[in-house]
């Protein structure tokens, strides 16, 4: 085998394995339909955590555990990561998080960050504290973690 024909078979494979990955168990997208049932299951799990309904929050949890297996998504992924509200990356990069709150409390996430970046401006510390803390209480109520970077969730040209 010649140097080229090594080569070309080295850059088709690394084009082809990634592919050929997504459609074996782990790293597999959701079908569309269980893409959509699962954002129901999803949205009604948000819904059921913000009244603290144990019951049906616990039953949603089952029906989302139940299509990760099915799809071999790790337990240790969260909820947030496989529901496509928001519209960005699946998954296994997940930005998922715009989009996930309500109209009202995107709006006040927005108002917090747009301040918090302003106290970051004027280096006044102790209220981009008392903002950042305002942020972390709708993540936590939304169940995103502290990880997620708050233009994650900021809508778009919020500043």
Known sequence: MTKRSLGVLIVTLA????ALAQY???G???SPSD???YDSYYSRWVQYKQRNDGDQIRSMERRMDDVKAQYGIPENVPYWRIASRGGER???GGYRWRSMLSPSDQQRFDSYYSRWINYQR???RDQMISMQRRMDDLKGRYNI???????RIAS???R
Do not use: S
């Open 90 to 92: 699946d998954w296994q």
């Open 35 to 37: 893409q959509q049932r």
């Open 156 to 158: 778009p040209g919020t």
């Open 122 to 124: 004027t280096n006044n």
């Open 24 to 26: 074996g168990g782990r």
């Open 145 to 151: 973690g502290p990880e997620v970077p708050n233009e």
């Open 28 to 30: 597999r997208r959701l």
């Open 15 to 18: 084009m082809v394995l990634p």
